[in-house]
């Protein structure tokens, strides 16, 4: 666990990143998406061309996050460019031996022109006459290629730079070791692909099958929430969303229309509603601007520290308005998976639980898409619930969103404050949180040299009278993740169970006193 969440302090910067690209992205689109012109109309041409210039910047971070993920774990600080390059023609060769060695006859939707890479012609019979393009492998890809590239980085020191290869030093054999590595890699992945595809496919025909069934929608949940954190969103809502997978209508001059998000903005077009409409889409809605606003309030307040509370206030304010009027499910969910997966496995059921309930009440609100780049959309924003408090009919669905979201905000906050005042450290540790804070306290000089504890949902912050006394070697054996020497005291970074661990270390010192 101690080192899967070491996963989160590497991978901080690319998520501050794509919290941004997010946060960017959605400002774009509020001043440009026609959805809004209900609201308010911009027809400034220089306000235009820069909300198309940062969406155009922002979608490619969005798109590509996981690259930025291998680029962070494959860096060192020696030689980190190396690294770097050593990761960069690995991933590359990867994508290209999918490109040939892959089932060529899977849904388009399954295949992404990842960093442009395509096949446009080639003497091979098998894919000659149309482009190709690398298989949608999303973190997976990204994942098997950080192996190699990390294992090639370590076999690579250990090379003799002499006999008849020594002109390759040892910089260009970690970058051939990892190229050989990762076109294995690639024709293993393509090779199983196939297999995992159908799997994949058994799943969304059952879903598919009835989606009147709740237990269906329920699943559907799941798999969206799952399959975004893993960059894979295309293979589930492509289908549902703009194929007939999704249903199908036939429009006011007869054309047919397929998919929900397709359907939905037809119908709102046509001003004729639909009643299945939107069932892919109504459960955002809550979670943008309810349950994720919940859980941010419920992380911040359990920070004992006013000045870092005060210091983190303006962030917090600023997450939940890109969560209410953007969307940022992806950034958090991964922060959830990172450092505390119990709470992102509620939060996956949560999720699962809002499908079926609104089919169950037959609430529906769906959203219009600006394109079937369905990885930067963002569904279920404040404004575009707004927009559509002209419409009648949508009003009484509207209301009863509004009704679940409250009490989601409310369960949100809740289940935040008691899993990391609860569950996070001692869910399977029952009985020794109380010996591993004693002992903490006798690591940091005893009850006598600790002036005052802090703690936020990540870390606790000590300040100590004499800080010779502290035994780092003892507090790292603890469980510690980082110690760090700071203005405020001694950050000791304990991970979700800083919280707990806080608590108990407050309470040996109390017992001290007395």
């Known amino acids: 666990m101690k080192k899967w969440y070491s996963f989160l302090e590497v991978l901080n910067f690319p998520l501050k990143l794509l919290f941004m690209a997010i946060l960017f992205y959605g400002i774009g689109n509020v001043l440009t998406n026609d959805v809004f012109s209900s609201l308010f109309v911009i027809k400034n041409d220089y306000i ?13 971070f969005i798109v590509y996050f996981p690259f930025l993920f291998l680029i962070r774990l494959v860096s060192k600080r020696i030689n980190g460019a190396n690294s770097i390059l050593t990761g960069l023609f690995g991933y590359i060769t990867f994508l290209v031996f999918l490109i040939f060695f892959q089932d060529q006859n899977l849904p ?74 990762c076109a294995i890699a690639g024709f293993l992945v393509a090779w199983g692909w196939t297999y995992l595809f159908s799997l994949y496919e058994d799943v969304i025909n059952f879903i598919a099958s009835d989606t009147t069934n709740p237990v269906n929608l329920a699943i559907y949940g ?100 890109v969560s209410m009027f953007t969307g940022c499910l992806l950034p958090i969910e991964i922060v959830l998976l990172l450092l505390c997966p119990l709470l992102f496995i509620f939060h996956i059921l949560y999720t699962a639980g ?13 959203f219009q898409a600006r394109s079937t780049n369905v990885i930067c959309e963002a569904p279920g924003t404040l404004l575009e619930m707004i927009s559509y408090l002209r419409v009648n009919s949508l009003q009484d669905d509207i209301m009863r969103i509004c009704i679940v979201g409250a009490v989601s905000f409310v369960v949100y906050f809740i289940f935040t404050r008691i899993y990391f005042g609860t569950l996070a450290y001692d869910l399977f540790n029952t009985g020794k949180i109380d010996d591993v804070a004693k002992d903490m306290v006798d690591a940091l000089g005893g009850s006598a040299n600790i002036k005052m504890i802090y703690s936020s949902c990540t870390h606790i912050t000590v300040q100590l009278f004499d800080p ?15 110690l760090l020497e700071t203005r405020a005291g001694f950050v000791i970074d ?21």
């Open 48 to 60: 235009i061309l820069f909300a198309e210039a940062i969406m155009r910047i922002s979608s490619f």
């Open 108 to 181: 388009n939707y399954a295949y992404s022109a990842t960093l442009g890479l395509s096949v446009t012609s080639s003497k091979l019979t098998a894919i000659s006459g149309a482009t190709r393009y690398p298989l949608q492998t999303g973190i997976i890809g990204i994942v098997i290629v950080t192996i190699f590239t990390r294992l090639s980085l370590r076999q690579s020191k250990n090379r003799l730079e002499n006999g008849f290869f020594s002109f390759i030093d040892k910089n260009l054999f970690g970058i051939l070791l990892n190229m050989f590595y």
């Open 222 to 321: 799941i798999v969206d929430r799952i399959f975004a954190v893993l960059n894979l969103s295309n293979l589930i809502r492509q289908p549902f969303w703009f194929r007939s997978l999704g249903g199908s209508i036939m429009n006011m001059v007869g054309e047919s229309v397929a998919g929900d998000v397709n359907i939905w903005s037809a119908i709102i077009n046509s001003g004729v509603m639909s009643s299945q409409t939107g069932k892919f889409i109504t459960p955002y809605y809550v979670l943008n601007i309810f349950a994720i606003p919940g859980m941010l309030l419920a992380m911040h307040s359990l920070n004992t520290d006013k000045l870092e509370r005060r210091k983190y206030r303006t962030f917090i304010l600023l997450a939940i308005i």
């Open 354 to 366: 809002l499908f079926g309930l609104f089919q169950i009440l037959g609430v529906y609100l769906g």
């Open 468 to 482: 010779s006394l502290l035994d780092v070697h003892g507090v790292q054996k603890l469980g510690a993740n980082k």
């Open 494 to 514: 304990f991970g979700a169970g800083s919280r707990i661990m806080a608590k108990a270390m407050n309470k040996v010192l109390r017992k001290t006193l007395r």
